[in-house]
């Protein structure tokens, strides 16, 4: 008997032709019908799941931002797979680069978006930074904490007032710490929004056009650092992801659903075929 090997173009032909049989039959596919990450504008995905840390090195599962954890860190359980999680200890951090020229960052518009838990709030808190506030040199943006508020910070060029001017957006309500939060800030190139838990907390029309950067950041995740500060997150941080627009408040909930994004980058087709497979022949 002949061995039957597919390669790749007929693998993908019947893929594709059990896909359309099964939609046909009206066979539910449970992978296939959760809600899934929004791919449009996305430009950063870091999951923490162990599956995608190697050592200390964190991959960027969308992009090509994959970031180093520094100091003490931990891959925990966390609200999707794994998260990660800083002990407040000085120092750590999770850092994409040092070097804003190597960076992938937002630049007319903007969402960054996680879940948060936190062990204890701080003033300055930071999940995800690209900030320098030094006095009134204040340029860049960060999602991060005031005390118990969220908070979702942004320096553009129509605020500018020659050294950059920053506004911390806080959410509203105050939050407990112990408990995951969905956290996102969004920009549109005219207002800056603040969600939690998928609700709109907090508006800001102070910010208009660009978004003005500094020379030099220290783009990381779980720490506010920038030249004079370094306030570590205490607590973990899960599912971080970076959008080069403005999500709605309709893909704010969506995402606030979604488990994972639904086709890997990397392309999984024989994942995809084994699942598919095992719906058929159910
Ligand atoms: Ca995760
Ligand atoms: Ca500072
Ligand atoms: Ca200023």
Do not use: C
Not at 166 to 195: A, P, R
């Amino acid at each position: 008997m002949l061995p039957f090997v597919m390669n790749a173009t007929t693998k993908k032909a019947i893929l594709s032709l059990v896909a359309a049989l099964i939609a046909g039959l009206g066979i539910g596919i449970p992978v296939i019908a959760q809600t899934v990450v929004i791919e449009d504008g996305l430009i950063g995905y870091w999951s923490f799941d162990k599956n995608t840390v190697k050592g200390n090195t964190v991959e960027d599962i969308w992009g090509d931002q994959d970031a180093e954890m520094i100091g003490k860190i931990e891959i925990v359980q966390g609200k999707f797979g794994e998260a990660v999680q800083l002990g407040g200890g000085a120092g750590a951090r999770v850092e994409m680069t040092d070097d804003i020229k190597k960076a992938t960052l937002p630049t007319e518009e903007m969402t960054v978006e996680l879940w948060a838990w936190d062990e204890q709030f701080i003033e300055w808190g930071g999940y995800i930074v690209a900030v320098q506030d030094n006095g009134a040199f204040e340029k860049g943006w960060l999602l991060g904490t005031r005390w118990k508020a969220f908070s979702f910070a942004l320096s553009s060029d129509g605020a500018d007032d020659g050294d950059g001017l920053l506004t911390y957006l806080n959410s509203v309500n105050t939050y407990d710490v112990g408990e995951w939060h969905h956290v996102v800030g969004t920009y549109d190139g005219e207002e800056m929004k603040i969600y939690v838990d998928g609700k709109l907390e907090a508006t800001s029309s102070v910010q208009s056009g660009a978004i003005n950067y500094p020379d030099r950041v220290f783009f990381s995740i779980g720490a506010y650092k920038d030249d004079n500060e370094d306030f570590v997150h205490k607590g973990m941080l899960d599912e971080v992801r970076l959008y080069d627009r403005a999500l709605s408040e309709k893909e704010v909930a969506n995402n606030m659903e979604a488990e994972g994004l639904a086709v890997e980058p990397a392309g999984k087709l024989s994942l995809t075929w084994s699942q598919i497979k095992a719906a058929a022949s159910r």
